[in-house]
Structure formats: C-alpha cells, structure tokens
C-alpha cells in the first residue's frame, strides 16, 4: 500500500485549492501526487481527517404535471471554454445538510422549488467524482421541481440556462451535446424506465 509522506499546500483559494503530496510508492519508491480539493486547509482534507463528507449535492428533479421532463442547466464552464448540460448542483455551506442544500442550490441556479423525494441510502450517499485528481465527493438528492424558472439569483460568474427536457430531447442532448459524466448516466434511466424514479425502489421489488 502506498504512502503519503508530505503534505504541502500551494493555493489559498475560497472554493478550491492545490495540494503537492510527497509519496512512496507500494515498492518503497518516492513520487509526487497532486490533488484538488475543496478542503481549505492540509487539516480539512480527507486524507488527514479520515472522514468522508459531502462537499456538494447534485439535484435530479422531475417537472411538470405528468413528470415527464428532467431540469437540465446548460452551463458554461471555463475547464473547457464551451457550454455542458448537467443537473442543477452547488456546494454544500458550512453546517449544512445536503439535503438542505439541493433545495437552495435548486432556487438559486433555477428559481425553482424543490419538493424532495425519500431514497434509500445507497442512491443518495455522496460518491467520489473524479478520484484520480480530487477527493471531491458529492451526494444526491431527488425530488419533483415546480415553479417557473428564473435567473433571478444567479451570481456573476454564472452563466445558465434552465432546460427542461423530455426524452425526445435527453435522447439528442445525449447524442450531440456534451454531458457531465453523472447527470449521462441518471439521464440513461429517464430514458429508458417507464418509471423514471423506478430505479429508487429496486429493492422492494420481489
């Protein structure tokens, strides 16, 4: 097993920073490792504190009287200088639940309210996003949205357009434009399952 021997910060930013880590290898050989992370400080991360907790929530919400649309934002993102569809989703605030935070995270990137909906555990968690560069894990909450939509809340720096989509249009989002890797793989069962929340209740089916 790998060890971490170092640990040096090289960023102060408010929501994400930099970490040089100082390895060895499970051979016994050094190395370097970078990481990104939400954690302010070498004490707040992970890997010190030894406890997972949610950095931020991901919302995937059904609209309108039938619930036959998923709220999509299209969002310009600077990593890639171009616009992505993702599902609404935002950080979670200091001694706040994640819950509680895809409720405000939904009214001020949508304008919408959400009505959440009870999931077992193992669909809301928070999971690790991309593992290899950041210990950033988010949790996920499902609801219906209702409301009309509104920019009303936005901050400056962001830039999005509510979508709501049927699965007309989730099939071509899906095969034309680009697409967070986790809202992909939840939109697979809006279009595909009857039932688009079915998939929360697997087990209680015989």
């Not at 928070?126 to 210990?135: A, F, N, R, S």
């Amino acid at each position: 097993m790998g060890r971490i021997r170092k640990i040096e910060q090289r960023t102060q930013n408010p929501f994400l920073n930099l970490y040089d880590l100082s390895v060895e290898n499970r051979l016994g050989n050094p190395g370097k490792y970078y990481i990104a992370s939400r954690a302010k400080t070498v004490e707040d991360l992970e890997l010190v504190k030894k406890r997972q907790e949610p950095d931020g929530v991901i919302i995937y919400s059904l609209y309108g009287e039938k619930h036959d649309r998923v709220v999509l934002i299209r969002q310009y993102r600077y990593a890639i200088d171009n616009y992505i569809y993702e599902f609404p989703a935002g950080l979670v605030e200091a001694g706040e639940d994640y819950h509680e935070a895809a409720v405000r995270e939904l009214r001020e990137e949508t304008g919408l309210t959400l009505r959440p909906i009870k999931a077992d555990m193992i669909f809301e968690k928070p999971y690790y996003t991309t593992i290899g560069m950041t210990d950033e894990c988010c949790g996920t909450v499902y609801g219906y949205a209702e409301g009309e939509a509104n920019s009303d809340l936005l901050e400056d720096n962001e830039e999005i357009e509510v979508v709501f989509a049927d699965r007309e249009e989730v099939r071509r989002i899906l095969g034309e434009e680009r697409v967070a890797e986790v809202c992909a793989h939840m939109l697979l069962h809006f279009l595909h399952d009857e039932e688009p929340f079915a998939f929360l209740h697997a087990e209680e089916r015989p």
